[in-house]
């Protein structure tokens, strides 16, 4: 716990930043009228994204690094950064909802980028209900090394699926959506990028715990 909690406490300040000093974006509501305040969920919602994909995708190179060495600890290492990624991305879909019911008028739609996100979600759960499910290490290992690189193989797919599709999802980087674009200027850059540097750190500082009590758990 003595990497979580100072990780907590900067992802904490990094948040009160966000939402007292950064300037809220005029982004406009179902109805026209502009949301203020309400826009800064962004900071929240966007980082917690940022990790979950990444900690699935290395959840995926270290799974594929098992098929080639068959060696333990990346089997540990990939159960452990599937399983706190999944935490991520699900809290990400929580705030995302949550910020989609003044922006957009609803909590859920079956927005392209929504689905692709809910299907990876499943197939994150799927991969720590499987290992749940098997009792051979060997096995179990195997398997979920698979799955856990089918799982990083969706990750373009959401990632992209604004830029395939015609969504309503808003793109945070202008030409990556065939739809409405953030305006980024130089205080809202800002604090996303911190609030993502922050986010990282407490996403680190989670995997590490997780690996180690892996590792006490196979001992």
Known sequence: MR???PALLLVA????????VV????????????LGVVQKIFYLHVPLAWVGFLLAFLSG?????????REEVWDRLSASAMEVG?????VAVITGSLWARPAWGTFWTWDPRLVSMAVLIVLALGYLFLRGMVDDPQLRA?????????????????????KLFRTIHPAVVKGLSQGETYGMDTPVLMGLVINLITMTLLGGALLYLRFRRERWEYS
Do not use: C, D, H, M
């Not at 300040?13 to 007292?20: E, G, I, V, W």
């Not at 190179?61 to 060495?69: A, D, Q």
């Not at 999944?86 to 699900?90: D, H, I, K, M, Q």
């Not at 195997?142 to 604004?162: C, D, E, K, M, Y």
């Open 86 to 90: 999944a935490l991520f991305l699900s």
């Open 3 to 5: 990497v979580v909690i």
């Open 13 to 20: 300040l990094s948040q009160a930043y966000a939402l007292f």
């Open 142 to 162: 195997r398997v979920s090394a698979l799955l856990a690189v089918i799982i990083t193989v969706n990750i373009p797919v959401v990632f992209l699926s604004i």
């Open 61 to 69: 190179l270290t799974g594929l690094v098992y098929l080639l060495k």
């Open 23 to 34: 300037p809220p974006v005029k982004w406009p509501g179902p109805k026209g009228e502009v």
